[in-house]
T-cell receptor, first 116, second 111 residues
């Protein structure tokens, strides 16, 4: 399967600051990446679908101005949490969709964000 | 949109016994059903998947069955081992890209 990395793995920031999370597809050119949020002991909540070279598609209830997504290349998508607040603290995971008849998703290792 | 339900939310089995996790989906257009295993603090890992043109698929101790008529699919783990302890998520895909995940099952295998 595809190899996906995320950086940073863990970040602590002060309330009001912005945090950028990178998702890289290391061995696969991904036209589509997904961003999920996961609360403790909860399921994966899809936040947005990131398409290379175009605007991301956000799920209902997800603030696009709060969670900025950029997918500038086939191997990199970034999620920026702007003006972070304690309620934004969560585990953020990206995934890469493989296509060409094999439609599964491979996940990055996740980024744990703690906003103080 | 698609709605995926997963049961049970927690499951404890004795080592060596079998474990079964069930999921139902609502959209008859769904045609791809993966299962993921997630250990604490780690990424979800694909363990097995099945497409709508197949009724059953097996990979060593893991098997998945699909009933399209009833719109449900199940994960079967035989001869469970302590390292099988994790949270398992099912998912259903309608477009080939967007996944709808179940709520997860926390499996504990008791040595």
């Amino acid at each position: 399967g595809a190899v996906v990395s995320q950086h940073p793995s863990r970040v602590i920031c002060k309330s009001g600051t912005s945090v950028k999370i990178e998702c890289r597809s290391l061995d696969f050119q991904a036209t589509t990446m997904f961003w999920y949020r996961q609360f403790p002991k909860k399921s994966l909540m899809l936040m947005a679908t990131s398409n290379e070279g175009s605007k991301a598609t956000y799920e209902q209830g997800v603030e696009k101005d709060k969670f900025l997504i950029n997918h500038a290349s086939l191997t990199l998508s970034t999620l920026t949490v702007t003006s972070a607040h304690p309620e934004d603290s969560s585990f953020y995971i990206c995934s890469v969709s493989t296509q060409g008849g094999v439609e599964t998703q491979y996940f990055g290792p996740g980024t744990r964000l703690l906003v103080l | 949109g698609e709605n995926v339900e997963q049961h049970p939310s927690t499951l404890s089995v004795q080592e060596g016994d079998s474990a079964v996790i069930k999921c139902t989906y609502s959209d008859s257009a769904s045609n791809y059903f993966p299962w993921y295993k997630q250990e604490l603090g780690k990424r979800p890992q694909l363990i097995i998947d099945i497409r709508s043109n197949v009724g059953e698929k097996k990979d060593q101790r893991i098997a998945v069955t699909l009933n399209k008529t009833a719109k449900h699919f199940s994960l079967h783990i035989t001869e469970t081992q302590p390292e099988d302890s994790a949270v398992y998520f099912c998912a259903a895909s309608t477009t080939g890209n967007q996944f709808y995940f179940g709520t997860g099952t926390s499996l504990t295998v008791i040595p």
